[in-house]
């Protein structure tokens, strides 16, 4: 019986702590869209609470208007150069999404993870993933963008159990 129980357990955490979706490719945008200028800066985790400090900063690339470096930093602010990734921010619709490039590793594949991206009156920022099995890896951007389209009235493909919440570090010198 402890066993059986100890399996339902284990089973249920693996359906609980998934992934984003992952695709090959970054979810098209609509045309004529700017990347907000609150999304630039140094962003850290506030929720869920984490043993460690968490701290990115998304930086604008000038010669790629609508990508973002996402740079993951160390509790000292230092970098982390093993936590660099590039991010692909699109609008659907109203609703801001970034998808985040991973190369992969010998267990898993690259392609990007996609998340619905939220500000909220305190300024805070929410990530929210896309739900993991929701479209096969070689779904085209454009497919999600026309999912996501077709599903803003309910945003049924959200995760929202899984929401991350963001707070803006203000910079030295900056008010």
């Known amino acids: ?24 490719e970054p979810i098209l945008s609509d045309p004529d869209t700017q990347i907000p200028a609150w999304i630039s800066g140094t962003w850290v985790v506030i929720s869920p609470v984490k043993e460690r400090k968490e701290i990115y900063r998304f930086e604008r690339i000038p010669t790629e208007p609508m990508n973002v470096t996402v740079t993951g930093l160390d509790s000292a602010g230092r970098v982390d150069k ?9 609008y659907v619709g109203r609703q801001l999404f970034i998808s985040v490039y991973d190369k992969g590793d010998e267990d898993n594949e690259g392609g990007y993870y996609h998340y619905a991206i939220a500000q909220n009156p305190k300024g805070n920022m929410f990530l929210v993933p896309v739900q993991e099995d929701l479209m096969p890896m070689n779904t085209t951007g454009a497919e999600l963008a026309s999912y996501f389209r077709n599903h803003a009235a309910t945003s049924d493909y959200l995760d929202r159990e899984k929401a991350v919440e963001f707070k803006k570090q203000v910079e030295a010198g900056k008010k």
């Open 82 to 90: 093993d936590n660099i990734r590039k991010g692909v921010l699109s």
């Open 1 to 24: 019986m402890r066993q059986l129980l100890l399996l339902c357990v284990l089973a249920c955490s693996v359906f609980f702590a998934g992934c984003p979706l992952q695709t090959d």
